[in-house]
């Protein structure tokens, strides 16, 4: 069986990697880069695109500058666990702006949520207002971030 990555080429990896480098790349020195005229890399855009190899084109913003910088790791354990109470749980952490990422996890614990806030009060009030009024939330671990030692967003190819 041949997987999706397999159906992938060097050329289509390069693109890749080059995108997640700068997405606002013209296809014309996107082209440039990988050493193919306009025109082919154009249609392999598309069909990376289509395929759902590329997801979205996004701009990584400074969350200090914009009085987001306070980062924390919330480890949640639920209290019970059916599927209603999962599917619940996901989608009021869609809803949740802090909120930037959130895994169902294995161990000890039932989800690992990234939320980013402006400095510790305004954590302490999310916690109270958003995340302890979830229902079945049996109890949670805040993990602070002190110093960000490396931050990658795109995936090794």
């Known amino acids: ?14 693109i890749l990697r080059t995108l997640q480098q700068n997405a ?3 296809t014309k020195e996107l082209a440039a880069r990988v050493s193919l ?5 154009f249609e392999r855009l598309k069909r990376l695109e289509t395929g759902g190899y590329i997801k979205r084109y996004m701009a990584v913003l400074d969350a200090e500058k914009l009085n987001q910088g306070f980062v924390v ?13 999962a ?10 702006p ?3 990422e ?15 806030a402006p400095n ?24 602070f971030v002190m110093d960000v030692v490396k931050q990658e967003y795109g995936i090794p190819l």
């Open 73 to 85: 790791f919330c480890n949640v354990k639920m209290s019970s666990m059916s599927r209603d109470i």
């Open 37 to 41: 005229s306009s025109t082919p890399v």
């Open 24 to 26: 606002r790349l013209t």
């Open 98 to 100: 802090e909120v930037v």
């Open 87 to 96: 599917s619940s749980f996901a989608e009021r952490m869609r809803q949740t």
């Open 120 to 143: 510790m009060k305004y954590y302490q009030e999310f916690i109270l207002n958003i995340l302890g009024t979830v229902e079945h939330l049996g109890s949670l671990e805040s993990v």
């Open 1 to 14: 069986m041949v997987t999706d990555f397999e159906k992938l080429d060097k050329v289509d990896l390069q």
């Open 102 to 116: 959130c895994y169902n996890i294995s161990g000890s614990f039932d989800y690992l949520l990234k939320i980013h």
